[in-house]
């Protein structure tokens, strides 16, 4: 019989979107972890959101040597094997924060996000059996991640060569246009502002020589 794992291992490969993978896959692999949070990131969505001074310190290499360790070596990594004991207090005060896990996720041999989890500073640390765990997570969320880019190419027909000036992101957005969805919905489902939605959609115009949404919906599923 399959273990909690496992299980969860399948139904990351049957998620259809991001918003499902944060809304039901994150959750229970929080419970999985038994850790306080839990987090999900992806590089190019990063740089349209609006971050605080805290969370931008959290995400600098030189502050976070978690962080580090994982973009320089691609591999899941929690606070006790890069820090002696009682270091990672000094650098997160955070109570919330007293363990922390994270991991790499790889697209196209690249480090395009990450995912991370975080215990209570009462709660037990991270060992060697949650970051061999967090290590499959990682493969299967990267495998994950490059079939649903695979199936986002496929919407198109061959001979249309527009969409190969945009962006993933942007092919993404547009099935979501093409789906009736507004640009606060999609803002809400990619996890970025609407704002950053109307400046993604302006820029697609431009690529496409479009200047409207059904007009670009057509031109791309001509």
Known sequence: MPNYLQLIFEEIAQTR?????REQVMVQLGEYFEAKRRGLFFFDSLSNRKTSPLFELALSLEHNPVLRYVVENHAPVHEEVVLQPGKWKTICPRFDHGHVMAGPIIGNGKLIGGIGFTRTRESSAFNARNLADLSAVCLHLSTWLTKINSQTKEFHSDNNLDIIRLTPRE???????????TNAQIGKQLWIQENSVKQALKRMFRKLGVSSRAQMVARLYQ
């Open 17 to 21: 979107n991001e918003q499902l993978l």
């Open 171 to 181: 092919i993404l957005i547009a099935q979501l246009v093409a789906k009736g969805l």
